[in-house]
Nanobody, 127 residues
Framework: QVQLAASGGGLVQAGGSLRLSCAASGRTLSTYTMSWGWFRQAPGKEREFVAAISRSGITTRYADSVKGRLTISRDNAKPTVYLQMNSLKPEDTAVYYC??????????????????WGQGTQVTVAS
């Protein structure tokens, strides 16, 4: 079994930056062959896709609303996935969740594809 722990959230002013981390534990050898994603859920809204990175780390995908501001990356040596968040806006306020898939080779925007989920970390952007 693999456990994911997300961290790095907090309160930031609009235009500021945060870096979220998602660390894997448990059967971590398998994390080197997993694809990853970040999702978010704002109050009263459904969970939505934010960013994803392929098993190889070569391919990334972003929601249109975050392109050019958020960057997903991975460090297989740890193993950890990051979400660098720049130029944050109040509409980015949400609980952010990391997720990992054993079978996915590329990237996916679909929550159902992912096998493991972190507990979520709160990001609040003040205007």
């Amino acid at each position: 079994q693999v456990q994911l722990a997300a961290s790095g959230g907090g309160l930031v002013q609009a235009g500021g930056s945060l870096r979220l981390s998602c660390a894997a534990s448990g059967r971590t050898l398998s994390t080197y062959t997993m694809s990853w994603g970040w999702f978010r859920q704002a109050p009263g809204k459904e969970r939505e896709f934010v960013a994803a990175i392929s098993r190889s780390g070569i391919t990334t995908r972003y929601a249109d609303s975050v392109k050019g501001r958020l960057t997903i990356s991975r460090d297989n040596a740890k193993p950890t996935v990051y979400l660098q968040m720049n130029s944050l806006k109040p509409e980015d306020t949400a609980v952010y969740y990391c997720a990992a898939s054993r079978s996915l080779v590329g990237t996916s925007t679909l929550p159902g594809v992912y096998d493991y989920w972190g507990q979520g970390t709160q990001v609040t952007v003040a205007s």
